[in-house]
């Protein structure tokens, strides 16, 4: 048997190969393995062919290598520095959120975050909304109260006596607060068409349906009489706000009630600004509502003339203040004053006569002669008279004919 020598792994045997070149331990212990198998066999006995089998083998490991290796495209650079964030990836309800370890912020789920719910706004109005006038349609009657009126007291709703009891042409005709304005205009224009023009021109908002739904306290407007009398129409507001603030009243209570005034001395009502004479006519109004005598129930249902009987008894109410109160207060409709005024100039003028001329004899007359008017009083009761039972209305038409401020009288 010829001798074999040892194979020996060498730098010697590697440089041998490829100078230069480093190859990967596993690859030179597989080129050994093959040259030594076949130095075993006998196919090859020279020891030179270990030599070149190593040699094919690495060679072959070198080629497949870097043929393997070798980059189309040059690799891009690498930037130092912090390495870049990227956005956030979004997933949708129901998806997986991605777990692969880069270095993205913690992913963000559109449906799965919980959405806060949106902060009401509050309504300009409530969400029942009251109407600014009742929408309520009553019964209206010429010869009475048509006012909502309130107890001065308890606030109580006062109504008139049920029109269907009355035998009178309203209770037959269903006048009702929303037309009984067109019927008395009507009613005037039948009268004397020379008034329509006037009709036309200014609307009565006196006796209109939102003005007849008003709630009336008696007790504070025949109070609010008393103050504004004989003064500007700013001082008595100023007045009235004074003499409000003197008592501790309610949210809801715009003026004291008449158990509050009539316990009040007459220095401390003075103390609004009142003279002593309105003072006490204050206090005596609040008593007789205070003892009965004066209510809200009896100025709704007692006839005119017992009215007036009643309320002209009571200290500092004249003629003309209750006249004014039963029409702009209470809503009747067929109150006619001859001691106003306004309405003297405004008939004159209706009736054709020269007022400017008229003035300028008024001006001349003397206190020693009879009190000198634009119309005596039987003149203008016979010119109302055909207007019944709407002289109110009439009356106010006359104020307009002369263009006559009726906003304080309200």
């Not at 409530?126 to 010869?143: E, G, I, S």
């Not at 067109?182 to 224009?189: R, T």
């Not at 103390?271 to 005598?293: C, D, H, I, P």
Request: with cysteine; proline share 9%; hydrophobic share 35%.
């Amino acid at each position: 048997m010829a001798y074999i020598p040892p194979l020996r792994r060498s730098a010697r045997l590697v440089s041998s190969v490829s100078t230069g070149t480093t190859f990967d331990a596993t690859v030179v212990d597989s080129a050994v393995a093959v040259a030594l198998r076949k130095r075993k066999a006998g196919t090859d006995s020279e020891p030179s062919s270990v030599s070149r089998v190593l040699t094919s083998t690495l060679s072959d490991s070198k080629v497949s290598r870097g043929a393997s290796n070798r980059p189309s495209t040059p690799p891009p650079r690498k930037r130092r520095g912090r390495p870049a964030v990227h956005e956030p990836p979004t997933c949708t309800e129901g998806e997986p959120i991605p777990t692969t370890p880069t270095r993205f912020r913690k992913p963000v789920c559109v449906e799965s975050q919980p959405t806060l719910p949106a902060t009401p706004k509050t309504p300009k109005t409530p969400k029942t909304p009251q109407p600014r006038h009742p929408a309520v349609n009553r019964l209206a009657n010429p010869d009475s109260s048509n006012a909502t009126l309130v107890s001065p007291e308890t606030s109580r709703i006062v109504s008139a006596l049920p029109l269907a009891s009355l035998q009178t042409p309203a209770a037959q005709s269903k006048t009702t607060t929303e037309n009984i304005l067109d019927e008395a205009c009507a009613h005037l224009i039948r009268v004397d068409p020379r008034i329509k023009p006037v009709i036309e021109a200014h609307y009565c908002k006196v006796f209109s349906p939102a003005s007849l739904a008003e709630k009336v306290d008696p007790f504070e407007s025949l109070a609010s009489g008393i103050i504004s009398q004989q003064v500007s129409g700013a001082a008595a507001r100023a007045i009235k706000d004074r003499f409000v603030n003197l008592f501790q009243r309610e949210d809801e209570q715009p003026f004291p009630h008449p158990s509050q005034v009539a316990v009040k001395s007459i220095e401390e009502l003075r103390a609004a600004g009142l003279s002593q004479r309105k003072a006490e006519y204050l206090r005596g109004l609040a008593e007789k509502f205070v003892t009965g005598e004066l209510s809200a129930q009896m100025l709704a249902d007692a006839p005119y003339d017992t009215l007036v009987e009643r309320l002209v008894a009571v200290r500092g109410l004249g003629l003309w203040s209750v006249e004014m109160f039963a029409m702009f207060a209470l809503k009747r409709t067929d109150v006619f004053s001859v001691g106003d005024l306004g309405v003297q100039r405004g008939m004159a003028a209706f009736a054709g006569r020269d007022v400017a001329r008229l003035k300028k004899a008024g001006s001349t007359a003397t206190k020693k002669s009879s009190k000198w008017k634009y119309m005596t009083d039987k003149e203008m009761l016979a010119m109302a008279e055909p207007f019944r039972p709407y002289r109110s209305v009439f009356m106010w038409y006359m104020w307009r004919v002369e263009s006559v401020d009726v906003s304080t009288m309200s």
